[in-house]
């Protein structure tokens, strides 16, 4: 989920209810094997239920998506090629993940002339793949986006995504709950965030910021990380020697969580205070579980929604509709619910996390 494309301007609206889907001072750990597989993603995709399940007309889906050098990235990438494995009607045409622009475009056209069926894309920037995105539609090549939105809505029929206000305001409202629930007047709340010039980090602060302030409190400190462990534990080790005092901290990305908690660690200050995480990694989910740090909560943005995205493509190509709702066809935005992830309910999603 690094180096994501500051286009995706718009937090899309419609729901789809119940989609789904130690750090110690060692930053060779890490969130996902950033090699393109996922150790528990995958364990429920390709599970097929309802009408949906029936085999139609073999359809062939292109995929393209940026290189997997992020265990969220490399999830995508998994859950996607295992749920188009589960059908018996899909040929999957996957091209070699890039963060070249020039070569995703390239590669997304070599796919246009193969005159696939329909297009699943992540682009690496949806700006600059938004042209070659029009040419697939213009070819009558419906393209489903993933994520990153494209420039313009002639360039997709369908987008899927996560919800990035809703990370911010659902971490935000499990802070102002434990802090009411432990008494704790006038917090200290440290928000360490991802690359601050890209939309996603924008609307992930503001959503934190908003909630917070509905309940009568705000962000004491806020600083930029890169989405990287290295980069979380310098940041946090700066955050740390700035602040005498913490009592919540909110950190974007659970990639760059390996780095914080490290920090934090080293610093010896993990019982001091509590820590909500973003995205919804196994190893941060590993230590919510083991209640063997600060790490408290954190609020998920489901690499399932390639697999979701494969399904989506798949009934558009064969022109069908999605089971459970009464429309006769795909709808044209889902937004991806952004899970608290909790003790409590930590066995349910550690089923998907990357």
């Given at each position: 989920?690094?180096?994501w ?35 528990g ?9 309802g009408?949906n399940?029936?085999?139609g ?19 995508i ?9 589960s059908?018996?009607?899909v ?9 070249d ?20 894309i992540?682009?690496?920037n949806?700006e ?17 986006n ?19 206000y809703?990370?911010?305001v659902n ?33 992930r ?10 309940r ?6 806020s ?31 659970d ?42 909560a ?7 929604m390639?697999?979701?995205?494969v ?21 044209s935005?889902?937004?991806?619910h ?5 003790k ?11």
């Amino acid at each position: 989920m690094s180096k994501w494309d500051s286009s995706a301007t718009q937090r899309r609206r419609f729901l789809m209810g119940g989609a789904a889907v130690g750090a110690g001072a060692l930053l060779t750990a890490c969130t996902g094997s950033g090699s393109g597989e996922s150790d528990g993603a995958n364990q429920l995709v390709g599970q097929q239920q309802g009408d949906n399940s029936q085999p139609g007309e073999t359809v062939t889906i292109g995929l393209s998506i940026p290189s997997d050098d992020h265990g969220w990235m490399g999830a995508i990438g998994a859950n996607a090629t295992a749920q188009a494995e589960s059908f018996e009607d899909v040929n999957l045409e996957a091209t070699e993940g890039t963060n070249d622009v020039n070569r995703q475009i390239s590669q997304v056209k070599t796919l246009i002339n193969k005159k696939v069926d329909v297009l699943a894309i992540l682009p690496f920037n949806g700006e600059s793949l938004t042209q070659v995105a029009e040419q697939a539609m213009r070819a009558n090549i419906p393209v489903v986006n993933i994520d990153r939105v494209f420039a313009s809505k002639l360039a997709y029929r369908t987008w899927i995504g996560g919800d990035n206000y809703g990370m911010g305001v659902n971490a935000a409202n499990f802070i102002a709950d434990r802090l009411e629930q432990q008494g704790v007047e006038n917090p200290v709340i440290v928000e360490i965030a991802g690359i601050d010039n890209l939309e996603l980090t924008r609307e992930r602060s503001r959503g934190f910021a908003e909630a917070l302030e509905s309940r009568g409190l705000s962000v004491t400190m806020s600083q930029s990380a890169e989405f990287t462990p290295q980069s979380g534990r310098q940041v946090m080790g700066n955050v740390l020697q700035a602040r005498d005092n913490i009592d919540a901290v909110w950190n974007h990305d659970d990639n760059q969580g390996v780095g914080v908690l490290a920090a934090i660690e080293q610093a010896n200050r993990g019982d001091e205070f509590f820590m909500v995480g973003g995205a919804g990694s196994k190893v941060m989910m590993e230590h919510i579980k083991a209640g063997d740090g600060p790490m408290a909560a954190t609020v998920s943005y489901p690499p399932t929604m390639s697999a979701s995205a494969v399904n989506m493509a798949r009934l558009i190509a064969q022109q069908r509709s999605v089971s459970g709702l009464v429309e006769s066809a795909v709808p044209s935005e889902i937004t991806l619910h952004s899970a608290t992830v909790t003790k409590d309910n930590v066995d349910e999603y550690l089923k998907t996390a990357f």
